[in-house]
């Protein structure tokens, strides 16, 4: 199968070879045609399997080959929805790629949070072909009457998982009150937990359903997994020792917290290396250069929250180390899925302390893994698990051995103060 075959203009064909696009993946043979058909689709796709390109494709193509003259003053024809900004951006840079041939100079706009909304309202003035945005910034442009949908061709839900795990459902509500009744509704999501299921049915019209890769993520399989055992207060020498005996050119370290994320890049700097903090309380500009130094190679390690964990695609970018372990075990997939893309390899290694095993062992169970354990020589671990304080009931009727609540904090000082 070739793009080709899948019904694709010669000026799409140019672009999507320029950009090495050597074969469709399954999502995009199954999506593309549909789309250009005009269905509504329901699909289900884990990160990495190309999903981006199945909806940008043939989007690109029914709006080069539409009628622009119909478009109202500050009217959108096609509209990509997603959770975050990164995906926002990513989503706009594949579509300004993929354009490049067309004979209609297409115009493609992003509106997100984080920044002036000025610039967007100015940007939007003479409508959009195309505009990618999140919920709650359309919603202002929307209230500012610097964005119209009422003559919108297509609408595109990107990670609605996310969307509604986030807290977008009301802001997803009132944006579908806004669509004219005659509209192709496209709808992709990683996994489909009830709310995004019932949310599916009421939505679509007769959609063409589409499920892609059922198991693990299939960019996985070139992507080599390892587990290193190692005591909390040696990640960091562990993770600088790595850094210095691996050769890797771009490397994405992944913290719990922005705190954390600060602390070991700082720490990093500090000991020589190339890296920057990436997490959500940076201003946009910071966030933005962050990645594409990292993708320029201009900086060699981005420390990051999960905020880098889905939507994020970065060409050739060769080590995924987990500093700290994802919440659940689909953000590890979506975490090492940065690497090992497009048939290339990479790299992905999990710290495990001892208070981690047992919920990397859920991890491995969940992803189908069963990873050896490591020890690197030097940091070996030697901590032991600790076992939970024995509790008894005191006189007072509070447990012994239990750290006391602010509150009781705040009862005690103030029965001291009345006592002096």
């Not at 600060?262 to 700097?269: G, I, N, R």
């Not at 893994?369 to 020589?377: F, G, I, K, S």
Request: glycine letters at 8%; aromatic letters at 4%; a neutral charge.
């Amino acid at each position: 199968m070739t793009f080709a075959d899948l019904g694709l203009s010669e000026p799409l064909l140019r672009a999507v070879a320029e950009l090495s696009y050597d074969s469709p993946t399954p999502v995009q043979v199954a999506a593309i045609p549909a789309i250009l058909l005009g269905r509504d689709v329901w699909a289900s796709a884990q990160t990495g399997s190309g999903k981006t390109a199945a909806f940008v494709l043939p989007i690109l193509e029914q709006l080069s080959a539409g009628r622009r003259d119909q478009r109202e003053s500050s009217g959108v024809r096609a509209l990509v929805l997603v959770p975050t900004r990164e995906l926002a951006l990513q989503i706009e840079d594949a579509a300004l790629r993929l354009r490049h041939y067309l004979p209609v100079a297409l115009e493609i706009r992003i509106a997100v949070g984080g920044v002036s909304i000025n610039p967007q309202m100015m940007a939007l003035r003479g409508g959009a072909d195309l505009l990618v945005a999140t919920p709650g910034r359309l919603l202002d442009l929307v209230a500012k009457n610097a964005a119209r949908l009422g003559s919108l061709q297509t609408l595109v839900l990107d990670e609605a998982d996310r969307m509604f795990s986030q807290g977008f459902a009301k802001e997803l509500a009132d944006v579908l009150a806004l669509l004219p009744k005659k509209c192709q509704k496209l709808l992709f999501s990683a996994t489909f937990p009830e709310p995004v299921q019932a949310f599916a049915e009421r939505l679509l019209d007769d959609p063409e359903r589409i499920t892609i890769d059922a198991g693990p993520t299939p960019s996985l399989a070139f992507i080599e997994q390892r587990a290193i055992e190692v005591d909390t207060r040696a990640r960091t020498p562990l993770l600088r020792h790595l850094l210095e005996t691996h050769d890797w050119p771009s490397v994405l370290v992944f913290v719990a917290s922005r705190h954390g994320v600060e602390h070991v890049a700082s720490k990093l700097t500090r000991a020589g290396f190339s890296a920057l903090p990436l997490h959500g309380e940076l201003s946009q500009g910071a966030r933005i250069q962050a990645l594409e130094d990292l993708k320029a190679r201009h900086v060699r390690i981005v420390v990051a929250t999960d905020l880098a964990a889905r939507g994020l695609d970065i060409a050739g970018l060769s080590a995924v180390i987990n500093y700290d372990l994802p919440r659940s075990p689909t953000d590890y997939s979506h975490r090492i899925g940065r690497t090992g893309r497009a048939g290339e390899s990479g790299v992905a290694i999990s710290f495990i302390g001892v208070d981690d095993a047992a919920h990397f062992r859920l991890i491995e169970k969940r992803n189908q893994l069963a990873l050896a354990r490591e020890q690197v020589v030097g940091f070996e671990a030697t901590d032991t698990a600790q076992a939970p304080p024995k509790t008894a009931l005191d006189p007072a009727g509070g447990v012994k051995g239990k750290r006391k609540s602010k509150k009781d904090k705040l009862r005690e000082a103030a029965n001291k103060s009345s006592g002096q």
